[in-house]
């Protein structure tokens, strides 16, 4: 995935402005009105239109560097079961941490979300090794923890005074980990 950040950063230090990256990403289906805009959105951290490893090769060769010097790879867990107050919790550990000390802080903490932000971690990393990234000089750039509310399945209920109920609420989280090259 593109890194809005690293993009722009590149584009202010090449001095290259938004019409003459948009001639480099013209393709079938994109007009030379929607390349601008699409460069434009990029640069400010919206990703409409979605942009492909094809786009991301041809900016790369744009700005004359790498294509894994303009990404970032990401990783989510969808509606983990742990709330999202306990996850930011262990998520805040690993902000700015290589991978090899995220992982080796991870394994050492006594929280019951560690494991699963582990599992997001480990799998934002191999999906960067896949694209053939360096692994050894990745590390977490973003850690970010959203609620989902109550997870599915647990609607049930406690006894209370008087012929009450109260509802039991277990609550779900989405965690969302970003790992980036040096």
């Not at 903490?109 to 191999?126: F, H, P, Q």
Request: proline share 2%; aromatic share 4%.
């Amino acid at each position: 995935m593109l890194s809005a950040e690293k993009f722009k950063e590149l584009s202010k230090e090449r001095r290259i402005g938004v019409e003459q990256l948009a001639e480099h990403i013209a393709r079938a289906g994109l007009s030379d009105e929607e390349a601008k805009v699409a460069i434009a959105n990029w640069q400010k951290g919206l990703f409409k239109p979605k942009p492909r490893m094809e786009d991301v090769r041809r900016l790369a060769s744009a700005l004359g560097v790498e294509e894994n010097e303009l990404a970032d790879w990401r990783s989510s867990c969808r509606y983990a079961p742990v709330s999202a107050q306990k996850a930011r919790l262990v998520t805040q550990l690993i902000v700015g941490r290589t991978v090899q000390d995220a992982t080796d802080v991870l394994k050492f903490t006594r929280k019951r979300a560690a494991g699963i932000v582990d599992k997001v971690l480990k799998a934002a990393v191999a999906d960067a090794d896949e694209q053939r990234a360096d692994v050894d000089s990745l590390y977490v750039c973003q850690a970010r923890v959203d609620e989902a509310g109550v997870r599915i399945g647990t609607k049930r209920w406690i006894a209370k005074d008087r012929g009450r109920a109260h509802a039991i609420r277990k609550k779900a989280c989405h965690i969302h980990v970003t790992v980036t090259q040096t």
